[in-house]
């Protein structure tokens, strides 16, 4: 009964059942996201428009928005419309919102990638550091940097950037993300410094403070303590022996803090007027562009959901015992 | 009640409880002391805008000419107070919800648990932007907003906390005694959770002065002419070079208060776990 393959069966089940979860998961996103915009006091075309609008623009917004349909009705509308990558139109400049997303969107994925390219080993790297050196000077500054780093919001990090190199003392890098419209930031590299740097910042303290904890648990297992007795390298204990038994609870986190990514990169675009999807959402709540801010708030929920499935996936796969003890 | 006692007891030995807390105490001091000192009227125009230091600004005048002195001076009450009722809201209500899917179960924990993977799913800020689109910056919304992106990481923590104080023997004996659920959930476990909400609580009042000031800063918390710290940084930011005190002073202040308030939080856990293991030894 415990081959192989009936393990593999089982793992097989659960990660069904966690994507199943996170369909589910997701469906009550879009359900909240459309709730939001129902909300809206009164007619919802008025407050978009503002009271000075003509009755003409007003009726067109209105038959745009479909509010003379049920609610139920609009909003199987508007979920057929995501299913088939159709997410309306822009209420403030009248375009397709994907055609106005699009290029914003490569610009945000490029700086959340750059951002976790560095933030993840940059974390994992301070948190095994600090865990081998636990109760040492180098854990104790670390441990109060993370600290401080781990509660500075976005603002803060982004504008004290500009201050230092930007502006004030330095002037090696652009203060604002400003692009030749049209441009994708993959072409001017130079304006992804200072964002991503700021992301990096606010972000590597809690990997980091989570893989020491994880790291400062393996170390003190038995197998770890055997391998060092063994007279192994201390590297190799270290990244041979302990980190992989500590690598499912750091790759939660990282999950957790790529999804975060996500929400920090709305703050960190304002601050540098980066041209992504972050400032569109500032944007767009400010204009109250409804189908803007609905296709934004629902594919961030997509890609937490996404990333915690990845996460789940992965996790199952670096730990053995997990795929068989939950099984049983 | 003694043991929570003996946790503030030791976390106020720790070196960075005592480094956090005098963070914490200066900018409160000047959040709520500086409105009364502030030179000038803070909406008054006293000089030329984007001004620097002068006779009639110590710190110069801002983006319209107001001094920047006494904008800052007045500019901290409202961050504070919002955020604290946010935390308060949140950390309340996340922890009733924690604490009954808990003890009850069922349908009931389901109903919690679904509920907080939604809107964990939707980043913090996202969630705030979302209600402001539809309602638009109102003070009220904005601490409603955080307390709901706050609540759902403090009812896992408080159902996984409660789920491991059930397991212990007075709250057996209590159940076998026949007495009611709420009353089990006030009288036995929530004393015992205490030290892990207190330590939730530091943990969530660090978010909320972020999302709070974050929000405000976005241009969608007090609207013009109040003074905002969060606001302030926002109209000035532009003229950053010119005039860089009127948004130092903010971004400073704030960034003091976050970091102050995750020290003492990071002292209160380390006391909290310390004292768990003595009393399991």
Redesign the interface.
Known sequence: MRGPDSVRRRATGLLGRRAL?AL???W??SL??FG??????GDAATTILGKEATPGRLEALRRQLHLEDGIVHRYLQWLGGVLRGDLGTSAATGSPVTELLGPRLSSSVLLVLLAAAVTVPLGVGLGVLGAVRRDRPVDHVLG?GM??F???????VG??L??VFA??VLHVLP?VSLLPPGDSAWAHLDVVVLPAATLVLTTFAYIGRATRAAMVDVLERDHVRLARLNGLPERQVIWGHAFPNALPAVIQVVALQF??L???V??VE??FSFPGIGAA??E???N?D?QV?QA??LG??AV??AVNLLADVATTLATPRLRTAAAR | MSGRGRTLAAAARLG?VRLGLALVVLVVLVAVVGPLVAPHDPDAFVAPPSSGPASGAALGADVLGRDVLSRFLSGGRAILAMSVLATVAGVGAGAAAGIAAAIRGGWIDELVM?TA??????????LV???????GPQLWLIVLLVALANAPRVARVARGTALEIAQRDFVRAAEAAGESSLRIATHEVLPSAADALLVEFGLRL?VS???V??VG????GLQPPASDWGLM?NEN?LA??AQ?WS??LP?VA??VL??G???VT?GLSRAAAGLDRAGRA
């Not at chain 1, 781990?150 to 803060?156: G, I, Q, S």
């Open positions: 979860l589910l998961t997701l009550l996103v909240v996201v939001a915009v129902e909300l809206l006091p109060v600290l401080v781990h509660a500075l919001p976005e603002f803060v504008i004290l500009v201050l502006t004030q203060a999804a975060w996500s929400g920090g709305v703050v304002f601050v959402l500032v767009a709540v400010r109250r409804v801010v934004i708030a961030t929920g937490y959901v | 960075r679904r993977d939604v809107l964990l799913a939707i980043p913090q800020v996202v932007l979302l209600g402001v689109a539809a309602l660090t002065i972020a999302l000031a974050s800063f976005l241009g969608f940084i930011r950053i070079t860089p948004v130092v971004v704030v960034g976050t970091v308030v995750n020290l990071d």
